[in-house]
């Protein structure tokens, strides 16, 4: 759900912090596990719609799916989409319960992966002050704006 909200915001709404937000924890996510990559719980109740199929240890630390959820929440509410944002957290809780309820990942995963999900939307809003874009808002300065205007005039 978070994916395909995430994408429309980009896509179609142009706005592309979610994105890069998303895109930042993924990189980090994928730099932790690689080298955190913890065994596998005792307890974990495998199926075979798994990634990767089987028991096999993968990424556990942290949950992108609990901090993607938070990332998307985050940018509707920055947009007023306050009863759909409700609904994610609600979902993105329930997600926790049945995770932590099938030993699909330990405790700590999922609260860092909340605190990951509002880190990386944080890093993304500074990156995007950083290159004078306001969360996709405003896809250029005034600046740029005239710069580009005066080297037409000049050509």
């Not at 994408?7 to 895109?23: F, G, H, N, S, Y």
């Not at 997600?95 to 932590?100: D, P």
């Not at 099938?102 to 999900?117: E, M, P, S």
């Amino acid at each position: 759900m978070q994916t395909a909200y995430i994408l429309w915001a980009i896509l179609v709404e142009q706005r592309p912090r979610a994105a890069i937000a998303t895109l930042m924890m993924f990189t980090c996510r994928g730099l932790l596990g690689c080298s955190t990559q913890l065994p596998l719980p005792a307890e974990f109740l495998g199926s075979p719609m798994d990634f990767p199929v089987g028991n096999v240890s993968f990424f556990l630390f942290y949950s992108g799916h609990v901090a993607g959820a938070v990332i998307a929440s985050l940018d509707m509410r920055r947009v007023g989409r306050y009863k759909l944002a409700g609904l994610y957290d609600a979902l993105n809780l329930a997600q926790v319960v049945r995770l932590l309820a099938c030993r699909g990942h330990y405790t700590i995963d999922l609260a860092v992966g909340v605190g990951a999900g509002l880190l990386f939307d944080m890093l993304a809003a500074w990156y995007l002050e950083s290159k004078n874009v306001d969360g996709g808002v405003t896809r250029c300065c005034s600046n740029c704006q005239k710069a580009l205007v005066s080297q037409k005039l000049t050509s």
